[in-house]
């Protein structure tokens, strides 16, 4: 009975900035689950490498090349992708970056980058493929946020980076209360310091890393596969009655 609400056979899953870190995870998560798997990156060779690691660990996963930042692209996808496959079931708004810098310091041009992708990108993803949702009457959205989104990080400066993901987590609320009665979940899942290449920048900062860790209760970084798992719940049916939740994914980070 519980263990088959996780079966995504038939499902058709699309994660942005899926090529690799925690997108490749999710990939390979839902792949497991049974979903058919679209991989949406803006770097071709990212998401051909990720689609390699896919077919090294025994699934297939599909490519599609998309800038998240421009809207008449992702609106082209999400219907090319639709009339391809009848319908997207699952999409995990994934592609973001992140800089380090005082805000003093900040140029509009950084502000406006980190804006477009982490903010206005996973708009323009949730509105084009939570259309297809919605005429479908069902689908789930998951959108990566950050405990940034919750709290203050320091000592790095990343007012731009915090200010996004907080953003993130208000727009799930919001497209969660306008879907949730015709079918279409919204949710975000917050992690804290996951080891991917942009989080070991900072990992190599002595300084840095003492403070994470000290403010972490497990006094560990995560692992792409501790947020994969989490997004594969609520892509399944065994969270059928959530929406508009942040998960947070912390160590207990939060806590304190």
Same mark, same amino acid.
Not at 57 to 75: H, K, S
Not at 115 to 125: E, H, K, T, Y
Not at 139 to 154: A, L, P, Q, T
Not at 163 to 185: C, D, F
């Given at each position: $009975?519980?263990?088959? +609400?996780?079966?995504?056979? #038939?499902?058709? &899953?699309?994660?942005?900035?899926?090529?690799?870190?925690? @997108?490749?995870?999710?990939? =390979? &998560?839902? %792949?497991?689950?049974?979903?058919?798997?679209?991989?949406?990156?803006?770097?071709?060779?990212?998401?051909?490498? @990720?689609?390699?690691?896919? =077919?090294?660990?025994?699934?297939?996963?599909?490519? /599609?090349?998309?800038?998240? !930042?421009?809207?008449?692209?992702? !609106? &082209?996808?999400?219907?090319?992708?639709?009339?391809?496959?009848?319908?997207?079931?699952?999409?995990?708004? #994934?592609?973001?970056?992140?800089?380090?810098?005082?805000?003093?310091?900040?140029?509009?041009?950084?502000?406006? +980058?980190?804006?477009?992708? #982490?903010?206005?990108?996973?708009?323009?993803?949730?509105?084009?493929?939570?259309?297809?949702?919605?005429?479908?009457?069902?689908?789930?959205?998951?959108?990566? @946020?950050?405990?940034?989104?919750?709290? *203050?990080? +320091?000592?790095?400066?990343?007012?731009?980076?915090?200010?996004?993901?907080?953003?993130?987590?208000?727009?799930? +609320?919001?497209? %969660?209360?306008?879907?949730?009665?015709?079918?279409?979940?919204? #949710?975000?899942? &917050?992690?804290?310091?996951?080891?991917?290449? $942009?989080?070991?920048?900072?990992?190599?900062?002595?300084?840095?890393?003492?403070?994470?860790?000290?403010?972490?209760? $497990?006094?560990?970084?995560?692992?792409?596969?501790?947020?994969?798992?989490? /997004?594969?719940?609520?892509? *399944?049916? %065994?969270?059928?009655?959530?929406?508009?939740?942040?998960?947070?994914?912390?160590?207990?980070?939060?806590?304190?």
């Amino acid at each position: $009975m519980y263990l088959e +609400k996780y079966d995504l056979s #038939n499902r058709t &899953a699309v994660i942005t900035g899926g090529g690799r870190n925690i @997108g490749l995870a999710c990939a =390979r &998560a839902l %792949a497991e689950a049974g979903a058919r798997i679209i991989i949406a990156e803006i770097d071709h060779q990212v998401a051909a490498s @990720g689609q390699a690691e896919m =077919r090294e660990a025994g699934f297939e996963a599909e490519i /599609v090349q998309l800038d998240v !930042t421009r809207p008449a692209d992702v !609106t &082209a996808a999400a219907d090319q992708i639709v009339d391809k496959h009848g319908g997207v079931d699952i999409l995990v708004c #994934n592609a973001g970056i992140a800089f380090n810098t005082p805000a003093e310091e900040m140029t509009d041009e950084e502000w406006l +980058k980190v804006i477009d992708i #982490n903010l206005n990108g996973v708009f323009w993803c949730c509105r084009a493929f939570g259309r297809h949702m919605l005429e479908a009457g069902r689908g789930s959205i998951i959108n990566i @946020g950050s405990m940034s989104g919750v709290i *203050s990080n +320091k000592p790095q400066p990343q007012s731009h980076y915090n200010a996004s993901k907080a953003a993130v987590h208000m727009l799930t +609320k919001s497209l %969660a209360g306008e879907w949730a009665a015709r079918g279409v979940r919204v #949710n975000s899942v &917050a992690p804290t310091y996951i080891e991917t290449e $942009m989080t070991r920048r900072g990992m190599s900062n002595p300084e840095w890393l003492a403070t994470w860790l000290d403010m972490t209760p $497990m006094h560990r970084v995560g692992q792409p596969p501790e947020i994969a798992s989490v /997004v594969l719940f609520l892509a *399944s049916d %065994a969270s059928s009655l959530m929406t508009g939740s942040i998960v947070i994914v912390d160590g207990g980070y939060t806590c304190w």
